[in-house]
């Protein structure tokens, strides 16, 4: 299960929302990486392996 689908057994809201203190608590406490979703991260692996092929390229240049 992923940040973005745990609900909140106060409000019925999904944590990430944050709708009430217990969400907010719970949110603070997973961390600020626990919010990336798996397409987030397939982005910045795909902008990283990008970053990583023009520095290759800029060096044998």
């Known amino acids: 299960m992923t940040y973005d689908r745990l609900v909140c057994a106060n409000c ?9 203190p217990v969400c907010r608590a719970n949110r603070e406490r ?3 990486s626990a919010g990336l979703t798996p397409a987030m991260v397939l982005t910045l692996v795909i902008a990283l392996v990008a970053m990583v092929a023009l520095l290759a390229a800029l060096q044998t240049a």
């Open 30 to 32: 997973l961390g600020p």
């Open 12 to 20: 019925a809201a999904p944590v990430a929302e944050g709708r009430c």
